[in-house]
């Protein structure tokens, strides 16, 4: 099966899975004791600085769940936009294991902007109100748009003239990244990221994220990681997780795996742009195509390519590329929509 529903359909990167078999020799101490665990760590500091610190986890809902409880506490809130992950697909996890508020606000695009951060009221030290404590931002977004470094920085600073700590959900922060053609320190630690999660998953890896600590100054590491043993994110035999991202990260590999994702959605687009009853309706910035076409169409077009339906009521379809997609993919799902819309 090929598919455009999700890069989570695709495998593990061959570089990935023999760094993981790699690491299947001899024993190796547990919970993250191990040394290619211990090398994971400098080589996150490599990209992202010399003083930050990591903690590996499962998934992306439990990455941000740990990271945002190392923020915040129960009568607290957190800011982003209404298409945001923790909002809408994760299930309510974030609100039933934080205890915490979710402000959710409207955007066009899955952006957030000082001005929309700015325009949130709240009685600061009233019992009776929840206090704004986090504003989270997704890179890319919800809607495969991205936050340039310039972005990012100025709703930091928005963020931190109110007292707020900036979060960043990374599920796809090699896409944002590659997009940009920029380091991922450029977009995170130097850009005023306080806390964030990191993807692999979607990159290639196999059930690899990491909460990761940028700011030394929140002085939260040790609670961190009791945060993430009570929300069941830490991995006894670790080094598999580690060694997926020390795969990732040498010489580039996630920005070539989320380069050619990203490319492959501008075939995508560029084939299917200009036909008859198709609206792209969201800029292609990363490896996600929005698109709007008649809804007779649809079900017809996931019986060739699996694929998600954003909205049923606007007949918005969702259509993401992975590392492993292929310009034949591409092709032969263009002329299948050029078919359907002739």
């Not at 986890?57 to 209404?82: D, K, P």
């Not at 940009?180 to 979607?202: E, H, I, Q, W, Y």
């Not at 809804?295 to 590329?321: D, G």
């Amino acid at each position: 099966m090929r598919s455009l529903a999700s890069d989570n359909y695709a495998g593990i990167h061959p570089a990935v899975l023999a760094a993981i078999s790699a690491a299947n020799v001899d024993h190796a101490p547990a919970y993250g004791s191990d040394a290619i665990t211990e090398q994971v760590v400098e080589v996150f500091r490599r990209e992202l600085g010399s003083e930050v610190e990591v903690y590996l986890t499962f998934n992306g809902t439990g990455a941000n769940v740990v990271g945002l409880q190392s923020l915040m506490r129960t009568w607290e809130a957190v800011i982003c936009a209404s298409t945001a992950h923790i909002n809408v697909d994760e299930g309510g996890a974030p609100e039933k294991l934080l205890g915490s508020k979710i402000i959710d606000l409207q955007t066009s695009d899955g952006k957030l902007t000082p001005e929309l951060i700015n325009a949130v009221e709240w009685r600061n030290g009233d019992v009776h109100q929840s206090q704004p404590k986090v504003v989270l931002i997704t890179q890319s977004t919800e809607y495969g748009t991205c936050y340039s470094p310039a972005e990012i920085r100025a709703i930091a600073d928005a963020s931190h003239a109110r007292g707020l700590a900036l979060y960043l959900d990374g599920a796809r922060i090699a896409n944002a990244a590659a997009s940009f053609n920029v380091s991922l320190r450029a977009m995170t630690t130097d850009a005023g990221v306080d806390v964030m999660s990191f993807g692999g998953t979607k990159n290639g890896a196999m059930s690899a994220e990491a909460v990761i600590v940028l700011n030394p100054a929140l002085n939260i590491s040790t609670e961190l990681g009791f945060i993430r043993k009570q929300y069941m994110q830490l991995s006894s035999k670790m080094r598999f997780t580690s060694a997926q991202f020390i795969a990732l990260l040498s010489d580039e590999l996630w920005r070539v795996n989320a380069a050619h994702a990203n490319s492959m959605a501008r075939r995508l687009v560029d084939g299917i742009k200009d036909l008859p009853g198709l609206v792209i309706t969201q800029p292609t910035q990363a490896n996600a195509v929005f698109a709007q076409l008649p809804a007779t169409a649809i079900p017809k077009l996931q019986a060739h390519t699996p694929f998600y339906v954003w909205s049923e009521k606007n007949s918005e379809v969702r259509w993401v590329c992975s590392w492993d997609t292929t310009p034949a993919d591409i092709d032969e799902f263009v002329e299948a929509v050029r078919l359907q819309l002739s």
